[in-house]
């Protein structure tokens, strides 16, 4: 078991390998951005009839996970790539990687601001939370990673997940909605959530820049901010949760036996609305509001640059009332 900070601090490690974006990167458009990097998840896509399975060994002593040093860097590194002096394990090793498009919804009641309101576009890693063991064990537990690409910034980046509990045989990937707020289980080990409690202690800023608990990643980083690169004026109105929840219909077979890489293969197509998105203003609002949908643009690759050096930086702002 892990907390929440556990699975999307590591979810996108990455093994030591040279970047290959310029150095120019930060300062072009979404669009050439992620063209940058779609480009080089097409020429690293794997054979579907000899896709990666086993699980990699893990590039970095694991003692180093209990140290907050080291936990923070998934906070502090602000590239869209690893970089080669960093090296850590693979907690979700195998994905998909698929090009989208965060459309919003104007007729949102709540005003939420930067990319809750501009959409954008980026790209979005699905993947089986996993440790050492195949990605059809017993623990089936869907991650959606997604990143959105701003003019002349770094990105933005949203975690989304039910639980670090899993699915156990439903092997439906879209069973279950999540979430940037992982659900609470009774059994995540206190020696990992004290980790995570330590790391959050250490980052820099006062306590409103950084995370409230293990469980719970800020919105605030991503509602400050337009796609076009022009930082919101005014009041910052971000959602305290983002609730992604597959679109009507949208299913892998249950039963599936299969890769879960290839059950979503077959679904998942350029123009598919791959979820729906719902948001809340506050911890105590009624309910969640639809905000938005995620549209593929692309089709869905799994791929050595999809797994092994994109890297999707953890918000480090807390929600503000």
């Not at 996108?12 to 990097?37: F, I």
């Not at 209990?66 to 602000?78: H, M, N, R, V």
């Not at 980052?203 to 820049?209: E, I, N």
């Not at 293990?214 to 980083?221: A, M, R, S, V």
């Amino acid at each position: 078991m892990k907390t929440f900070l556990t699975i999307v601090a590591l979810a996108s490690v990455l093994a030591l390998a040279a970047a290959v974006l310029p150095d120019n990167y930060v300062t072009l458009s979404a669009r050439e951005k992620q063209a940058l990097q779609w480009s080089q998840v097409l020429e690293s896509r794997y054979n579907l009839t000899e896709l990666p399975s086993a699980f990699p060994q893990p590039t970095d002593n694991l003692t180093l996970l209990g140290l907050p040093e080291y936990l923070a860097q998934s906070f502090l590194i602000t590239g869209d790539e690893m970089p080669g002096t960093r090296r850590r394990m693979l907690l979700s090793p195998f994905a998909v990687v698929c090009k989208v498009e965060y459309r919003t919804f104007k007729n949102s009641t709540s005003q939420f601001t930067g990319l809750f309101n501009t959409g954008g576009i980026g790209l979005i890693r699905l993947a089986l939370d996993a440790i050492y063991g195949p990605p059809l064990g017993s623990l089936f537990s869907p991650t959606a990673v997604l990143k959105i690409y701003i003019d002349g910034q770094i990105s933005r980046n949203f975690q989304h997940i039910k639980d670090v509990i899993g699915q156990g045989a439903n092997h439906n990937f879209f069973l279950n909605n999540m979430s940037n707020i992982m659900d609470k289980g009774p059994n995540d080990p206190q020696a990992v959530m004290d980790a995570f409690i330590r790391t959050i202690a250490i980052l820099p800023g006062d306590a409103l820049s950084r995370p409230l608990n293990p469980y719970t990643l800020g919105l605030y980083e991503q509602a400050s901010v337009n796609s076009d690169g022009t930082n919101v004026t005014g009041a910052i109105v971000a959602p305290w949760e983002q609730r992604l929840q597959g679109h009507a219909g949208l299913a892998t077979p249950a039963d599936s036996t299969n890769d879960f890489r290839l059950d979503l293969l077959n679904v998942l197509k350029e123009g598919t609305v791959l979820y729906d998105v719902y948001a809340k203003r506050s911890v105590d609002a009624p309910e969640n509001e639809l905000i938005g949908e995620i549209v593929l643009q692309s089709e869905c690759v799994p791929s050595k640059y999809g797994d092994e050096l994109i890297f999707f930086r953890q918000s480090r702002e807390q929600w503000r009332p």
